[in-house]
């Protein structure tokens, strides 16, 4: 298979039309068989559920070169529950999570000229959403339903080494008790946009956010989930109904117990004890994990042990080993890795 002329080191994390996208339909219903699409545009009803009640959920997740010449992807029944979570949640019609693991193959090999070779460090981003299509003014769910899922060649997290983050406490809620933050909704990301550019404006990579009930415990930003490592290795990350777990951290858990042979422990961590952690990191597809160099609350400086300048010690074992995990250079667990090809 020939691959596509792109600066494969060079890609930025940004949308690039790729050849096929996978689309199903929800009618009278039932789902449709789905079939691969040239098609880039999608057509609506200008009073569609989606664009009126934001009736929408996603995924994200990503398929990419190994050491040995497979393309694979990492995990990807996590994804297919995840949407069945997210679904039921917006009374949406749920996906079957069989359905969704064979789309991912025909699509992910459909476009196999745009899976970056290993070793550059870029990787197919797979974007499968749902959302309501027929029309709704009356406020309920709608009867008509898509799945899709578009990829998109993304470069690599890190050009140049990882550099450590500033992020600060949020003044703004993410998700409320009992809310949708445990759901991978677009809504949750719509309401975040404010506070992201008004972060970025005043000069920080993100924001944290802490439970909104008593706005004393430490969540998630708004877009990956958080570890911290205590000063004798243990690795800790917040316990709470309203995270959306993360495909990501929930991996990096069990790497830390079952090949770095650390703790690794899931609690309710307050902000008043993050000063007490050796490092800090981020964790979602996109990256694996960013480092967090410094946490700012409100003109209080919390700066982690491991600086500005890169990874704390425990942090970059548990990027390697996941990294390596997935790469094919390190054995994986039973299941995390589907070979498409
Ligand atoms: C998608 C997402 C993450 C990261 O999840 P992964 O499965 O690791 O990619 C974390 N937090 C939020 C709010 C998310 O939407």
């Known amino acids: ?8 080191a060079n890609l930025g994390f940004g949308y690039i039309q790729t050849d096929w996208r996978y689309v199903a339909n929800y009618k009278n219903g039932a789902w449709d068989a789905g079939a691969l699409s040239a098609d880039n545009m999608i057509v609506l009803n200008e009073c569609a559920g989606v664009l009126q009640y934001a009736q929408t959920c996603f995924e994200g997740l990503k398929a990419y070169e190994t050491e040995d010449g497979h393309i694979v992807t990492f995990r990807p029944d996590l994804n297919a529950k995840r949407l069945v979570d997210s679904a039921k949640r917006l009374e949406i019609p749920v996906f079957p999570e069989d359905r969704f693991l064979e789309a991912i193959d025909q699509v992910v090999l459909a476009n196999e000229a745009f899976v970056p070779p290993y070793g550059s460090g870029a990787t197919l981003y797979l974007r499968p959403y749902l959302f309501g299509s027929s029309a709704v003014i009356g406020v309920k769910p709608a009867d008509e339903y898509q799945f899709r899922i578009l990829t998109t060649p993304v470069g690599p997290y890190f050009k140049g080494g990882a550099r450590p983050l500033t992020v600060r406490i949020s003044d703004l809620d993410r998700a409320a008790p009992h809310g949708t933050g445990h759901i991978k909704a677009g809504l949750n990301y719509a309401m975040s946009l404010y506070n992201i550019v008004d972060a970025h404006n005043c000069g920080y990579d993100e924001n944290i956010y802490l439970d909104s009930a008593t706005r004393t ?15 004798d ?3 800790v990350t917040p316990k709470s109904p309203t995270i959306l777990p993360s495909v990501t951290r929930r991996s990096l858990m069990t790497v830390a117990q079952d090949y770095l042979g650390l703790e690794a422990e899931e609690r309710e961590i ?3 004890e993050v000063p007490s952690f050796a490092e800090c990191g981020l964790c979602g597809t996109a990256a694996v994990i960013s480092p967090v160099g410094k946490i700012v609350d409100h003109g209080r400086e919390i700066c982690f042990p491991s600086g500005m300048n ?4 425990i942090t970059k074992k548990l990027y390697d080993t996941l990294t390596g995990i997935q790469m094919g250079r390190i054995p994986a667990p039973e299941g995390w890795i589907r070979v498409i090809k």
């Not at 298979?1 to 494969?8: A, V």
């Open 270 to 272: 307050t902000l008043e």
């Open 233 to 235: 290795h243990k690795v």
């Open 310 to 313: 890169e990874m704390g010690p």
């Open 217 to 231: 415990k430490i969540e998630e930003t708004g877009g990956a989930n958080i570890i911290f490592i205590t000063h």
């Open 1 to 8: 298979m020939e691959k596509k002329n792109i600066d494969w």
